[in-house]
Nanobody
Framework: VQLQASGGGLVQAGGSLTLSCAAS????????MGWFRQAPGKEREFVAR????????SYKDSVKGRFTISTDNVKNMLYLRMKDLKPEDTAVYYC???????????????WGQGTLVTVSS
């Protein structure tokens, strides 16, 4: 499967953005999906994941209640809706697909190219 992330941009603190991840050459419903991010000078970290069936979802503690991960298997799309954004959310965000349901980025085989989210204070 090939993944392409989009939707990043510059937003003020407290604002909202929705990231999208389009899947091609494969079916999103065959994979467990995740969002990760990498801030400047930091390691890539887990943000959110969703089981292939949608029956299980989990989030990084600092984004709980602010971010929502979802899929649209008809459109073959993954989303990350982000609200109440904070400067510390600034990072390049990546979507990824795995046959494992994991928070470990090493378990994800397929990656989108990343989309930059910048939150100004």
């Amino acid at each position: 499967v090939q993944l392409q992330a989009s939707g990043g941009g510059l937003v003020q603190a407290g604002g909202s953005l929705t990231l999208s991840c389009a899947a091609s050459e494969g079916t999103l419903g065959d994979y467990n999906m995740g969002w990760f991010r990498q801030a400047p000078g930091k390691e890539r970290e887990f943000v959110a994941r969703i089981l292939w069936s949608g029956a299980s979802i989990s989030y990084k503690d600092s984004v709980k209640g602010r971010f929502t991960i979802s899929t649209d298997n008809v459109k073959n799309m993954l989303y990350l809706r982000m609200k109440d954004l904070k400067p510390e959310d600034t990072a390049v965000y990546y979507c990824a697909a795995s046959t494992s349901y994991s928070e470990n980025d090493g378990r994800y085989r397929y990656w989108g190219q990343g989309t930059l989210v910048t939150v100004s204070s």
